[in-house]
T-cell receptor, first 111, second 114 residues
Framework: GESVGLHLPTLSVQEGDNSIINCAYS??????FIWYKQESGKGPQFIID?????DKRQGQRVTVLLNKTVKHLSLQIAATQPGDSAVYFC??????????FGKGTKLTVNP | DAGVIQSPRHEVTEMGQEVTLRCKPI?????LFWYRQTMMRGLELLIY????????DSGMPEDRFSAKMPNASFSTLKIQPSEPRDSAVYFC????????????FGPGTRLTVL
């Protein structure tokens, strides 16, 4: 049945550990994917993106992996810090300016 | 360099009142998006504009909602009359066409309809 509200997946890690946040996307025709970070009381902020012709892209402390076969996207954060605590959204797009956002994962970093 | 600017940041109103939310996109961006975020439904796209023209308003919940973009530097989202179920955080975002899809979000307007 329909849930009363969104039950965000949660991930709790210790400071200094690596974090992996997963996302399943829906449209096999999507050709770019973005990870956003949303801190409490703020708008989503761009972290990193990847095109469908790539399977891995690295940024500063973050890596995005794309598996088109199973329509799966992941965000890896190295040496997670308390400032990384936020809700993380994946978004998919292609063919238009629109992005479709996932439900989000709440990351909590314990000191 | 100013990002997307939204006003007001917080709005509390009574059911039946008209509410107008405002957005100034990043200068030079061609596309503007209005989103609504709730615990129940997450982040939903309401409408977006390209070069001030509404392209897709399929996410607008009903006729009580309307959006305009009279020029490249200003957009409004109006709810009339407002209802308690409209309570949410409303985000405006902008992007540069051909900019790879990245949308830059404003800080949001938290709307409470009593």
């Amino acid at each position: 049945g329909e849930s009363v509200g969104l039950h965000l997946p949660t991930l709790s890690v210790q400071e200094g550990d690596n974090s992996i946040i997963n996302c399943a996307y829906s449209n096999s025709a999507s050709d770019y994917f973005i990870w956003y970070k949303q801190e409490s009381g703020k708008g989503p902020q761009f972290i990193i993106d990847i095109r469908s012709n790539m399977d891995k892209r690295q940024g500063q402390r973050v890596t995005v992996l794309l598996n088109k076969t199973v329509k799966h996207l992941s965000l890896q954060i190295a040496a997670t810090q308390p400032g990384d605590s936020a809700v993380y959204f994946c978004a998919e797009g292609g063919g238009s300016e629109k992005l479709v956002f996932g439900k989000g994962t709440k990351l909590t970093v314990n000191p | 360099d100013a990002g997307v600017i939204q006003s007001p940041r917080h709005e509390v109103t009574e059911m039946g009142q008209e509410v107008t939310l405002r957005c100034k996109p990043i200068s030079g961006h061609n596309s503007l998006f209005w989103y609504r975020q709730t615990m129940m439904r997450g982040l939903e796209l309401l409408i977006y504009f390209n070069n001030n023209v509404p392209i897709d308003d399929s996410g607008m919940p009903e006729d009580r909602f309307s959006a305009k973009m009279p020029n490249a530097s200003f957009s409004t989202l109006k709810i009339q009359p407002s209802e308690p179920r409209d309570s949410a955080v409303y985000f405006c975002a902008s992007s540069a066409r051909g900019g790879g899809g990245e949308q830059f979000f404003g800080p949001g307007t938290r709307l409470t309809v009593l």
